[in-house]
């Protein structure tokens, strides 16, 4: 197993610019990649960054994108071509053997194929046939409901609303899509315990906290937009209580209290516990 060495340099700014223009010029994107970094996030002919779920401030700035949000809009962005000569050169058995970065670098898909048992390989296909072949394989269910239309967490609003449109003029609403795998257990048990399956808070909510708790979370290193909203709670004298067994460079830029320790976390909630009686039984005794 590969060791990851320690990092000794700011979380952010000039070393996470460099990583950025590299990535984009690792995916030959570099010009079109960085005007759609501009362009992301931003209100005014714009579009969400399809990097992660962080919502929108009220406030935008110039550059209002993180560097994985960064590196998502390069692998987006770039002109490399899978086509139908890429496939003709390479089976699908050798490319089962390829790594995920390999596969993507290969290109984006520029246009219909299908795989061919015989040949073990993915053959061009026009857009005409594709259709029909789609249309011939809805039109022998007994009901729409026995369809179930699957799509990637990668995919932009607009291309997703166009195609739950399809869906439901199909006459369905099964859309699952990547996300239900790990936050439908979420939303589920959420509903059940406190009556709504999704977060509680707005984003303007951490700029009033007086204490901010993480539990297992690297915000620069999984979500660095996170990361601004708890610097400037830091600055405006939020205290910040980390759980985390790995260290983070920008923990100590700010200041952040880590404890790794689980009975620390089980004191935490006992005295949640303890503190949410007391205040419920004084409230009916009132």
Aim: proline letters at 5%; one cysteine or more.
């Amino acid at each position: 197993m590969r060791k990851i060495p320690v990092y000794s340099h700011p979380a952010a700014g000039w070393p996470a610019l460099i990583s950025s223009t590299r990535k984009l010029m690792d995916y030959q994107t570099f010009l079109r990649g960085s005007v759609s970094v501009l362009k992301s996030n931003q209100p005014k002919g714009g579009f969400d960054c399809p990097g992660c779920a962080w919502p929108d401030h009220k406030s935008h700035k110039a550059i209002d994108v993180c560097e994985n949000g960064i590196k998502v809009i390069a692998s987006e962005t770039m002109t490399k071509k899978a086509d139908a000569q890429f496939f003709a050169r390479h089976s699908v058995t050798e490319l089962q053997g390829w790594s995920g970065y390999e596969l993507e670098h290969s290109g984006r898909l520029s246009e219909p194929v299908y795989y061919d048992a015989a040949q073990d390989r993915y053959l061009p296909i026009s857009w005409e046939a594709a259709y029909q072949c789609i249309a011939e394989q809805l039109g022998q269910l007994d009901s729409p409901d026995e369809a179930l239309f699957y799509t990637s967490g990668r995919v932009t609003n607009e291309p997703a609303f166009m195609y739950q449109l399809f869906v439901r003029c199909f006459g369905t609403n099964n859309l699952p899509d990547c996300s239900n795998m790990c936050h439908e257990p979420t939303s589920v048990m959420l509903g059940r315990q406190l009556g709504i399956g999704k977060a509680t808070v707005k984003l303007e909510d951490f700029e009033q906290a007086k204490l901010i708790l993480m539990f297992g979370q690297n915000p620069a290193t999984n979500h660095p937009r996170m990361l601004e909203m708890l610097a400037h709670a830091h600055e405006q004298g939020c205290r910040i209580l980390s759980i985390n067994l790995c260290a983070n460079k920008a923990y100590v830029n700010l200041e952040i209290r880590k404890s790794p320790r689980i009975w620390q976390l089980v004191k935490v909630m006992r005295w949640s516990m303890r503190s949410f009686k007391f205040r419920s039984a004084a409230m009916q005794h009132s």
